[in-house]
């Protein structure tokens, strides 16, 4: 009689233990009453990836691109700012005081290097567009460019369902001029502008290419 009450009592520990392992999250999950949505604001959600791919393969190059980036900071004596003869200002408005000035600089540096470069020596961010007509007047400024693109300050940010576009000078996401299949189409996760057309497309951060700064 031992024998059979021995067995029941193990057989129920081991039921206890499976049911109490089901209930304990994975690492990354969160159960679904926890779970929090993320937020909207004005920023644009990916749609979904193409089929398969999980962009994963971009995580190596952001996680070389930041690394670049901060050891920019600590090598202040080798960095050099753009040459006069390498950059091109665009002219204001006629009496617009108070309005951000532009400079386009020819020399390629990666989108980090880029951003870090406007922000060392203009004190600004890589350029944000808000609207078709200035992105026409951006498109016409490096339409003499030869590589092809130039980076502006969009990138996404996030991962999986909490994947966004968002402005590195922390202005709003209200305009997009993608290129056709873009943005849904597997790439970087930072955007580039067309050199002609004045389109944009998901480019990889490790890209040197020229750069528009906003000041």
């Not at 979904?48 to 090598?75: K, N, Q, W």
Request: hydrophobic share 35%; net charge negative.
């Amino acid at each position: 009689m031992k024998v059979p009450l021995l067995l029941a009592l193990l057989f129920g520990a081991v039921s206890a233990l499976h049911l109490r392992d089901e209930a304990v999250p994975q690492d990354g999950e969160m159960p679904e009453n926890e779970a929090k949505e993320a937020p909207t604001g004005e920023l644009t959600l990916l749609e979904e990836e193409e089929e398969g791919y999980s962009g994963s393969e971009d995580a190596p190059e952001e996680e070389r691109a930041v690394d670049s980036a901060s050891a920019l900071d600590e090598e202040d004596e080798d960095f050099q700012c753009p040459k006069e003869e390498d950059t091109v200002k665009l002219e204001n408005s006629p009496g617009c005081k108070n309005c951000h000035r532009f400079l386009v600089v020819r020399t390629a540096r990666s989108f980090f290097q880029a951003q870090f470069t406007c922000r060392r020596c203009y004190r600004g961010n890589l350029v944000s567009i808000h609207n078709f007509n200035f992105n026409r007047r951006i498109q016409c400024s490096v339409s003499g460019l030869n590589q092809g693109q130039v980076w502006i300050g969009g990138r996404i940010g996030g991962w999986g369902p909490w994947k966004r576009f968002h402005w590195v000078d922390g202005s709003s996401w209200n305009f997009g001029n993608w290129a056709a299949g873009q943005p849904q189409a597997r790439g970087g996760r930072c955007v580039a502008l067309c050199t002609q057309g004045g389109r944009w497309r998901r480019t990889r951060c490790c890209r040197h290419l020229p750069f528009i700064c906003s000041y």
